[in-house]
């Protein structure tokens, strides 16, 4: 598909902190327009995984950068495949949301993605979450939504997640991982985390799910 093509189908950029409930809401925007979603930050948990197995630092950029160009992955419905292996569960624990960030501060590393993200944007619509979605990857995205919520709240959320799936977890390790992971994103040199010029703006501490996902409906009519 060209470019220009690709320029008129209609994206909604959604970024935010860790367990803002960027993706949940992302994903319920996209069922409800009948859009595609992307998971940006699955990727960057899949170079943590991969290179988890292949017994590889997240400090060492050069060979970082292959495991994300050569990424075997396979997305369907909700569950996702590396290597034809189901590891959906696998990569939603902390220790790889820890190794995502820190592979994700390596430009070559973001830059081997952008591609593979880039193909997501397909018709009719696509929804996608991450960091750097409206900065970056999407820059002609129609809708910019910037979602938040206290840190407080966010811990909470990932908690009861966590739970629900079985692990094990602890609140006060939660909020200090999920702080220092905070940090680590918007303080690096590429592509931090911030809002772009023209995002809306959604602090979801006190609102429902569905609140959060009618307001970014009723934003994207209006783009
Ligand atoms: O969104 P999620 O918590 O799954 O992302 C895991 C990590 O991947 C983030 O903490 C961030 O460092 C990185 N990430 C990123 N850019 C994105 C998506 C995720 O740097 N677009």
């Given at each position: 598909m060209s470019s220009a093509n690709q320029s008129n189908i209609p994206v909604i950029a959604i970024d935010g902190p860790t367990a803002s409930g960027k993706g949940t809401v992302a994903q319920l925007v996209a069922q409800r327009l009948g859009y595609h979603y992307l998971d940006s930050g699955a990727l960057y948990r899949l170079v943590g995984l991969a290179s988890f197995q292949r017994g590889i630092s997240t400090a060492v950029e050069a060979d970082l950068i292959p495991i994300a160009q050569n990424l075997n992955v396979n997305f369907q419905g909700d569950r996702i495949f590396l290597e034809g292996q189901d590891v959906s569960d696998q990569i939603r624990q902390e220790v790889m949301g820890q190794r995502a960030s820190e592979v994700?501060?390596?430009?070559?590393?973001?830059?081997?993605?952008?591609?593979?993200?880039?193909?997501?944007?397909?018709?009719?619509?696509?929804?996608?979450?991450g960091r750097d979605m409206a900065s970056v990857i999407f820059t002609d995205a129609q809708t910019k939504v910037f979602l938040t919520?206290?840190?407080?709240?966010?811990?909470?959320?990932r908690y009861k997640q966590l739970i629900a799936k079985g692990f094990s977890a602890n609140i006060d390790v939660l909020l200090q991982d999920l702080r220092e992971r905070d940090a680590r994103d918007a303080n690096r040199s590429n592509s931090p985390l911030k809002a772009v010029e023209g995002a809306h703006h959604l602090d979801t501490t006190s609102m429902t799910i569905e609140e959060a996902v009618n307001q970014v409906l009723k934003w994207h009519q209006a783009d």
């Open positions: 994700a501060v390596h430009p070559g590393v973001r830059q081997a993605l952008v591609a593979r993200q880039q193909a997501f944007r397909q018709s009719p619509g696509l929804v996608a979450d919520a206290t840190a407080e709240a966010r811990a909470e959320r």
